[in-house]
């Protein structure tokens, strides 16, 4: 990170807490879609065709996890998420992240990409591993203008030993099952087992009225161009030569 980015960072996230209730306040009144932490999945029709092809894709995210080493911790992808995932135990394998395709990760995994990108106001696609005894602290997201959704793949065996709490909600993972919501609202994660936990995480526009949609644009615009996204595409280009090594190593 360079001293300029340095000292950009703090001026951005002083600017962005000081507008979050803001963009909240506007997303929650233009929702097309219920505000509640916890979000059916048929509140997306475009779940059907990815819970359809949920074992391919699981099969995709195993194949990956073969270098398991060389996918990179999210701390180490971007550092402002060091402190809920300063344990290193939280991996991410990014498709597509803030609308940056990662080519190569892409070429991995050909099913699950051509699946995302059929999906309307895709923000964000990746596999979210999560290793044995992790802990996510409690946290929020950024804006309330987005709506996370898991689609369980490889899931422990005491399944409700893995939990995420979202608000006062107990939510646990299913293999082949959504579990979608709003992470504006606080949540945290622990996976109590000692198997690993799988999951492809997709983030969406949430559905708005106009004003609603502009609003949420120029906010993603700004996101999309902070040091928050573009420390990460330059972390995970470094990431690629240790995967590609991986891939070399097991070829030979």
């Not at 990179?72 to 344990?87: K, Q, T, V, Y």
């Not at 990409?113 to 950024?142: K, M, Q, Y």
């Amino acid at each position: 990170m360079t001293t300029q980015q340095q000292q950009d960072r703090p001026l951005i996230i002083k600017i962005g807490k000081r507008l979050r209730d803001t963009m909240n306040r506007i997303s929650t009144g233009q929702s097309k879609i219920p505000t509640e932490p916890v979000i059916q999945a048929n509140a997306f029709p475009w779940t059907d065709s990815l819970t359809e092809k949920w074992q391919i894709i699981a099969a995709e995210a195993a194949a990956i996890l073969r270098h398991r080493d060389a996918v990179p911790p999210l701390r180490d992808i971007s550092p402002d998420h060091a402190r809920i995932a300063g344990d290193g135990n939280w991996r991410s394998f990014f498709l597509i992240g803030y609308g940056y395709e990662v080519a190569e990760n892409c070429a991995r995994a050909p099913v699950t990409t051509e699946l995302v990108h059929r999906i309307p106001d895709l923000n964000s696609a990746f596999f979210s591993i999560l290793e044995p005894g992790a802990t996510i602290p409690r946290h929020r997201g950024v804006t309330r203008g987005l709506v996370t959704c898991h689609l369980g793949l490889i899931i422990p065996d005491r399944a409700e030993k893995c939990v995420m709490q979202v608000e006062d909600s107990d939510l646990h993972w299913e293999p082949g099952k959504w579990l979608i919501f709003d992470d504006s609202y606080f949540h945290e994660v622990h996976n109590a087992t000692n198997q690993r936990r799988v999951i492809l995480l997709v983030q969406v526009k949430r559905p708005m009225r106009l004003l609603g949609r502009l609003a949420n644009d120029l906010a993603l615009w700004g996101i999309r161009r902070s040091p928050f996204v573009q420390d990460a595409r330059r972390n995970l280009h470094m990431w690629e030569e240790a995967y590609q090594q991986a891939e070399q190593n097991e070829a030979a």
